[in-house]
């Protein structure tokens, strides 16, 4: 997978590329297949970190096909040669064909046991941060529900209506908590794999994920639930404090559970470090960020306000109900790009956002907060934040908005560590 991850970013950067190029170009002007060449200044933060920590399994992986990874440093750029000539970008996109064809043919990837990993991970981490919601509980039952939350794959028969929303990734609700709040509720993670569904709805399901296949879809899935798992048991741990929300769509429960969600993935993947494969958590959220970016391109000036508008109100605000909450697209691109676009690397940030989220008392409604309660480096900031997270590393200035985030800064020559002059692996 980290094969097709570095071959989707390079492709994607030289996309990016030929675009401006096309800008500056006349429009009669074609534009022949151009090298691979990735300029790693362009790079942001969170891509160069995945290749700091998964060189040398992509060394070790590219060689069995004999494909060298190499660095030009005068030129500040990285390439991918074979047999002495440098690939095209017409190369990496066949070879990632063939890729997912493959993973289509011989992989099964245990997306119930990536999410049991996570629903783990969550559970140790939320237990530390919000031990104050045990209050007048019997000690240990935060850590009890959470732990018992549980990965169920959801069948489809070809039948049902609203495809998109019966297999949309979400928790629900298998029994109610009690009056009291003493017995929690017990939920469910629903989950789909594209290989149980039949070849016209998997044909649906790659669409609805902009996949051109099902080993790519099958590859997508690994990331979006990984990620969006932490999501799912933060809605989980807001039925175990009995908050609720009067409004239909409950848009401020959602914006409360995707608010630290990507905080949370963070440090769970920190928390579970020892058990994860090499440069995971970087290699999801480089991912989650890039698909951020594309649902973002793709809303007009209209449903980008709408955004802004409930994202700012800290879900106070509603957003449209023609252009949003009845269009279940736009309304879960909505909850997963916040969750990207209020992601901090820092132990910090994530107890401040969870502070706030879980500030209002048992059984009470989730909008009776102000905004004076939220620690001012987490708050929300004018204009759309994961374009900044997007930006090259080189550009400091991006970064002014994260003043609580505690991760390395990664540097070019992180990834040149241990290595020859020119050669990352």
Request: aromatic share 10%; glycine share 2%.
């Amino acid at each position: 997978m980290k094969v097709a991850t570095v071959f989707e970013f390079i492709i994607s950067a030289m996309d990016t590329r030929v675009r401006s190029m096309r800008r500056m170009e006349k429009k009669s002007s074609v534009i022949t297949d151009p090298l691979a060449v990735w300029d790693f200044t362009t790079a942001n933060r969170f891509q160069l970190s995945f290749l700091h920590d998964a060189q040398d399994s992509l060394r070790s992986t590219l060689e069995l096909i004999d494909i060298k990874f190499h660095v030009e440093l005068a030129k500040k750029s990285i390439i991918l040669i074979r047999d002495k000539m440098v690939l095209r970008v017409s190369d990496l996109r066949s070879a990632l064909a063939d890729i997912d064809a493959m993973t289509e043919e011989y992989v099964r990837f245990d997306y119930h046991h990536i999410i049991e990993t996570m629903i783990e991970g969550s559970s140790k981490v939320l237990n530390r941060h919000c031990s104050k919601l045990e209050r007048g509980r019997r000690p240990g039952s935060l850590r009890a529900f959470t732990a018992n939350i549980k990965p169920r794959a959801t069948k489809v028969d070809g039948k049902i209506t609203q495809f998109r929303r019966h297999t949309t990734f979400r928790i629900t609700e298998e029994n109610k908590a009690t009056a009291d709040h003493n017995t929690p509720p017990t939920c469910s993670i629903l989950y789909t794999d594209v290989l149980d569904l039949s070849d016209e709805d998997a044909q649906t399901f790659c669409i609805n994920l902009r996949c051109d296949s099902k080993g790519q879809a099958m590859r997508r899935l690994v990331y979006k639930y990984a990620f969006l798992t932490c999501r799912e048991v933060l809605k989980g741990v807001q039925l175990y404090a009995g908050q609720r929300d009067v409004e239909r769509f409950q848009w401020c429960r959602e914006h409360h559970a995707s608010y630290p969600a990507g905080s949370l993935f963070l440090a769970v993947c920190e928390e579970l470090k020892k058990i994860l494969p090499t440069a995971f958590t970087f290699e999801v959220f480089s991912t989650e960020l890039r698909e951020s970016i594309f649902k973002w391109a793709g809303w007009d000036i209209e449903i980008k306000n709408d955004f802004f508008a409930w994202r700012d109100s800290y879900g106070k605000t509603s957003p449209s109900m023609l252009r949003v909450s009845a269009n279940s697209k736009v309304s879960q691109e909505f909850k997963e790009v916040l969750c990207v676009d209020s992601c901090y690397v820092s132990q910090w940030a994530l107890q401040q956002q969870l502070d706030f989220i879980f500030s209002v008392r048992p059984a009470q409604n989730v909008r009776r907060f102000v905004n004076s309660e939220i620690a001012l480096q987490v708050r929300h900031r004018v204009g759309s934040r994961i374009l900044r997270l997007n930006a090259p590393t080189s550009s400091n200035s991006t970064q002014r908005d994260v003043p609580c985030c505690d991760a390395r800064p990664p540097i070019v020559a992180m990834c040149m560590q241990s290595k020859g002059p020119s050669e990352v692996s």
